[in-house]
């Protein structure tokens, strides 16, 4: 927080007035790319198998959620803040969950707070990755298999 005061010449009381954690902070910069892949995700599923639209969902997610190291180590949390991101990201997650639940793809007993915990898993795990994008998928791919129904 305080290199973020420093970055943006207000005292640090500024800033903790505004966000009054790092995790509000994060809501706040993350508002508008939660918002575009909760947006893009409901335009694209449309077209889309449930399980696909679950898939592309999570990878979308993964990869905007490892651009900030802090963000992929707190996503439970910061997706908790109401900002309308949050809300987005939230509503679309649960309903794809829904919908692939609903197709018999994925068992009954997944949450989508189960599934918050593995995508920041894998933020985190892709940080370093010379390919990441590849990396999510495989992961994700991991991801999914594991919640599929037997």
């Known amino acids: 927080m305080e290199e973020v005061a420093k970055r943006a010449k207000v ?3 500024t800033l903790y007035r505004r966000f009054a954690t790092r995790e509000a902070l994060l809501a706040a910069t ?4 939660f918002m575009a892949v909760a947006t893009t995700s409901r335009a694209r599923a449309v077209n889309l198998e449930p399980g696909d639209a679950l898939r592309q969902f999570l990878e979308e997610l993964a990869e905007n959620t490892s651009v900030y190291h802090s963000l ?3 996503l439970g949390t910061v997706i908790q803040h109401g900002t309308p ?6 509503a679309e997650g649960q309903r794809l969950l829904q919908c692939a ?3 018999g793809i994925v068992r009954p007993d ?3 707070d189960d599934i ?3 995508v920041s898993a ?3 795990a892709v940080e370093k990755s010379s390919a990441p994008t590849v990396r999510i998928a495989h992961l994700v791919d991991l991801l999914l298999d594991g919640m599929r129904v037997r």
């Open 85 to 90: 991101g949050c809300t987005a990201i939230t």
């Open 30 to 33: 993350s508002n508008e790319r």
């Open 11 to 13: 005292g640090i009381g």
């Open 122 to 124: 894998i933020a985190i």
């Open 116 to 118: 918050i915990c593995v």
């Open 72 to 74: 992929a180590a707190s």
């Open 101 to 103: 639940q609903e197709a």
């Open 110 to 112: 997944a949450s989508f």
